[in-house]
T-cell receptor, first 111, second 113 residues
């Protein structure tokens, strides 16, 4: 099945700094999603982005499907951005409803 | 529109018992997927149901089972609980066809003592 790798595993920033999180995937995808896991465990949807670029406030994401990677950009980080960020992909075909997750990036933003 | 609802939020069981978790999808969604999250293994796919049929299954033992009802609500059952089953169980709903964005519930945290 598809493999998903995220980097870096940990990221520590000062408030106001910018950051880039990377997600590499091993096969073509028909679904790629970025999530932020809140302290209570819920996965919050950030982007659905199997290809192209999207922006939502201070967050943006780019997926280059032909090169099998996606980037999540966080600008002017805030302490509330802290948490775990996951990238997850689905390769289509018979992998109905199955998202394969990366191991996550733990982001800590200090005031 | 209400989001994905999982009940209960917390459960404490002892080894050997069985447990049933419930997931109500977003209205109109016909697909429900279940995931297990542990510190050691991360987020792993358990199974997916669409229109009351299991369409896909992950690599978990037969002690893990599920079903989906005609209103798209889903349950998962774990029998003969083991200590290693302690985890956060997440369910996600999606349309099941076409644009398959998955939306997650808040999860059920299961502790097996």
């Amino acid at each position: 099945g598809i493999q998903v790798e995220q980097s870096p595993p940990d990221l520590i920033l000062q408030e106001g700094a910018n950051s880039t999180l990377r997600c590499n995937f091993s096969d073509s995808v028909n679904n790629l999603q970025w999530f932020h896991q809140n302290p209570w465990g819920q996965l919050i949807n950030l982007f659905y982005i199997p290809s192209g670029t999207k922006q939502n406030g201070r967050l943006s994401a780019t997926t280059v499907a032909t090169e099998r990677y996606s980037l999540l950009y966080i600008s002017s980080s805030q302490t509330t951005d802290s948490g775990v960020y996951f990238c997850a992909a689905n390769a289509g075909g018979t992998s109905y409803g199955k998202l394969t997750f990366g191991q996550g990036t733990i982001l800590t933003v200090h005031p | 529109k209400a989001g994905v609802t999982q009940t209960p939020r917390y459960l404490i069981k002892t080894r050997g018992q069985q447990v049933t978790l419930s997931c109500s999808p977003i209205s109109g969604h016909r697909s429900v997927s279940w995931y297990q999250q542990t510190p050691g293994q991360g987020l792993q796919f358990l199974f997916e149901y669409f229109s009351e049929t299991q369409r896909n299954k992950g690599n978990f033992p037969g002690r893990f089972s599920g079903r989906q009802f005609s209103n798209s609500r889903s349950e998962m059952n774990v029998s003969t609980l083991e200590l290693g089953d302690s985890a956060l169980y997440l369910c996600a709903s999606s349309a099941g066809q076409g644009l398959n964005i998955q939306y997650f519930g808040a999860g059920t945290r299961l502790s097996v003592l």
